[in-house]
């Protein structure tokens, strides 16, 4: 009996080796990298101090994406993200660092699919029916079109990265309505863009869930640091440096996007 007691105390020992090395290797096998890909917003455009190396992409060593690798220290970092891409770019040109061991993927994208840029700049140039006639164009291409490119990113992300978390980041609103700029947009035009952006963070969301990965919603971080907040986490229409106009600087970087990704990821 004592033998038979030991062998069993002996065998459970072994068990839970085994259940313990069985554990580490299929974390392991789960991935630890970390690959960053998306617009402008995860580039990090307006939060300033870009890789030389980077180029147009404009890449910032203040961008969520590497404050979270720099302090998470990933196997490895992959910093792809770049200014002005679309869900086309994503595809044919951010793919390549994901592999089997990429544990986490974050992406903003869509937002240049729906003509952003061109809102903004007709927005801030014409009269204000001119605005919220573009809002309401960009509002309709997100309606019809842009879900089915945004599924075709999140199945490729999926297919080459099988085992990463992806965490797609949306996009905040512009504008605190009713705040303390007192020139610039009306009341009517930053309220169809504010609209606009909501509409865009919903179905990203809807997409996402349906993808079965993970939305990371930025507008309750950037609630009350809007433009017209008096507390702005994002750059207004900027004349010495247009490309940096109504993207997030540095604290809308670390404050607003990055606890969103690090209680995602």
């Known amino acids: 009996m004592r033998r038979f007691r030991i062998a069993a105390y002996v065998s459970s020992l072994l068990f839970a080796a085994t259940a313990v090395l069985t554990g580490a290797a299929t974390a392991q ?3 630890t990298g970390y690959v960053a890909l998306g617009d402008s917003y ?4 307006g939060a300033g101090s870009y890789d030389s190396g980077s180029g147009d992409c404009k890449r910032s060593t203040k961008a969520y994406p590497a404050l979270w690798a720099a302090a998470h220290a990933p196997s490895t970092f992959s910093f792809v993200a770049c200014s002005g891409a679309v869900t086309g770019d994503v595809l044919n ?14 992406l ?14 007709t927005c801030v140039l014409y009269s204000e029916s001119t ?6 164009q960009a509002r309709a291409y997100v309606t019809s079109t842009l879900p089915a490119k945004l599924d075709a990113v999140y199945r490729a992300i999926k297919a080459k990265a099988p085992s990463a978390r992806v965490v797609v980041l949306g996009y905040p609103r512009f504008y605190q309505l009713d705040g303390s700029c007192l020139a610039g947009l009306s009341e009517t035009e930053r309220s169809a863009i504010n609209g606009a952006a909501d509409l865009l963070d919903t179905t990203i969301a809807g997409r996402v869930s349906a993808a079965g990965l993970t939305f990371g919603d930025v507008r309750g971080t950037f609630t009350g640091h809007e433009i017209c907040s008096g507390s702005a986490w994002l750059h207004s229409v900027n004349w010495t440096n247009i490309g940096e106009s109504y993207h997030p600087t540095a604290a809308g970087h670390s404050g607003g996007y990055l606890p969103v990704l690090t ?3």
């Open 29 to 31: 096998a789960a991935g």
């Open 42 to 45: 995860s580039s990090g455009v």
């Open 263 to 265: 209680s995602k990821a």
């Open 93 to 106: 040109n951010q793919l390549g660092p994901l592999n089997s061991s990429t544990g986490l993927v974050s």
């Open 108 to 121: 903003s994208v869509g937002g240049n699919d729906a003509g952003f840029a061109d809102v903004m700049t």
């Open 131 to 136: 605005c919220v006639d573009r809002v309401n």
